[in-house]
């Protein structure tokens, strides 16, 4: 028998796949509702709010005007949370999987829930994350669930988490202030992508402050330039950290230390997913799966050789691999058929190849996310360049940008 804790993406796709190979499976979650931070908090519902504001940006671009108000979007979020983790319940009841509410503890191999003691063969760890708790903030977890009247709102970071909310909580007519250390967002990212972002951001009308420390005194932030930002909310976009609680005996850095089958220094008990250090969902599924297999005996290392991102702006950003070495070549989308017919012509791709194979790409533009993970595939199953040139993109589209660049790297 084996026994997974967390109903987090990582958790039911290690369950799906064990059970799926003929083994008895427990899943331990201590919410009442299933599905994890990617459908209670995150993914889901950030999703599902996001959604109405393309609508509403593509259309003023097309100089018609619709609106809709944050009651709306809270309405449209829990619809889509309450409807995803039903679809998780009855997806564990098909594998016959049962659930068990409770906190797990785990103790050397046994695990104690809701006053019984479980003696599995295997554990699957899948605990995820826990959101910044800081005095006077909120969480972007907590946004599908505000029950507040606000106007203006602090993020404080300019990463990830807070471009995405930034220019939801932009497009929905709050006013948003973004508090960014680095002198441009999203630090550690290609800088081509950091200086179109910035840019618009600015020009959208998002208020920066970049190259400032913020502190929060009082419910106020306070800027390391001395300047304080008044706003009705503080929203901490960064600092999740490892949700270890009931699995605090497992071997751990900061991180649950796993190798590439998932399988952490303790005989039989593997993690998968947000504990063991990344952040994405997909990350998550496919280390459950990967795990899933390892437990069943089917040895498969977890490959993370391109792993597609994407930040659900809009335009969208995405990106894959390496875009800081090699051969680089950059295009904007004003000039492509489809994004003009469209008036969506804002942002670039850029693509970086080297001996001949693509290594990497990071988009910003309309869909991002097709493009780049089409470039995943690429990279992933090692394309060559003429092999990935040889490959027909439907017209008018915004994957053709893929086959112009690869043109123009290989003929000029
Ligand atoms: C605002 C936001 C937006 C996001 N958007 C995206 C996105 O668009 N795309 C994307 O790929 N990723 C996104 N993510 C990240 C994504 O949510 C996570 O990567 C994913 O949920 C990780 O899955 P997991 O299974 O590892 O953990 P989690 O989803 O965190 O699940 C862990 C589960 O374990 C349970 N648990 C913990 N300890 C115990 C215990 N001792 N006993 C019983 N149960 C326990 C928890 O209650 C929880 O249900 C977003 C995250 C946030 C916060």
């Known amino acids: 028998m084996i026994v997974v804790i967390g109903s987090g993406p990582a958790g039911i796709y290690g369950a799906f796949t064990a059970s799926a190979l003929g083994e008895k499976v427990k899943l331990i979650e201590e919410k009442e509702r299933l599905g994890g931070t990617c459908v209670l908090y995150g993914c889901i519902p950030s999703k599902a709010m996001l959604h109405p504001l393309y609508l509403k940006y593509s259309l003023e671009r097309l100089g018609k005007k619709i609106d809709f108000s944050y009651e709306e979007l809270i309405k449209l979020a829990q619809d889509a949370i309450s409807r995803i983790s039903k679809g998780v319940e009855y997806m564990l009841e098909s594998y016959g999987v049962e659930v068990i509410y409770g906190r797990g503890v785990l103790k050397s191999k046994e695990i104690e829930v809701s006053g019984q003691t479980l003696y599995p063969d295997k554990v699957l760890v899948a605990t995820g994350t826990l959101k910044p708790e800081i005095n006077g903030t909120i969480a972007s977890d907590d946004l599908p669930y505000l029950n507040k009247e606000f106007n203006s709102v602090t993020v404080i970071g300019g990463g990830v988490g807070g471009i995405e909310y930034g220019w939801l909580l932009h497009k929905i007519g709050k006013e948003v202030h973004i508090v960014e250390k680095e002198n441009l967002l999203l630090p550690k990212h290609d800088m081509d992508l950091r200086n179109y972002v910035t840019n618009h951001f600015k020009r959208i009308g998002v208020k920066l402050h970049l190259g400032v420390e913020a502190k929060i005194e009082n419910n106020k932030v306070k800027l390391s330039n ?122 670039f791709l850029k693509i970086c190849v080297e001996n001949e194979k693509v290594i990497g790409g990071v988009a910003f533009s309309e869909r991002a996310e097709e493009i780049i993970s089409l470039l995943a595939l690429g990279i992933k199953f090692k394309g060559s360049l003429d092999e990935l040139l040889d490959f027909q993109y439907p017209h008018p589209s915004y994957l053709e940008m893929i086959w112009e660049i690869l043109r123009k790297i290989k003929w000029g």
């Open 226 to 347: 001395g300047e304080e930002i008044k706003s009705d909310i503080i929203l901490m976009s960064f600092g999740r950290k490892p949700n270890l609680t009931g699995v605090e005996s497992l071997p751990h850095d900061y991180w649950i230390k796993v190798n590439e089958y998932m399988e952490t220094p303790i005989k039989d008990i593997y993690a998968a997913g947000d504990i063991t250090g990344s952040f994405t969902a997909h990350e998550a599924i496919h280390k459950g799966y990967i795990a899933g297999l390892n437990m069943k005996g089917i040895k498969k290392p977890y490959d993370s050789s391109a792993v597609p991102k994407v930040i659900y702006t809009s335009p969208q950003i995405a990106y894959v691999g390496n875009t800081n070495s090699g051969r680089c070549m950059k295009m904007e989308f004003s000039g492509l058929a489809r994004a003009i017919a469209e008036k969506e012509t804002e942002g």
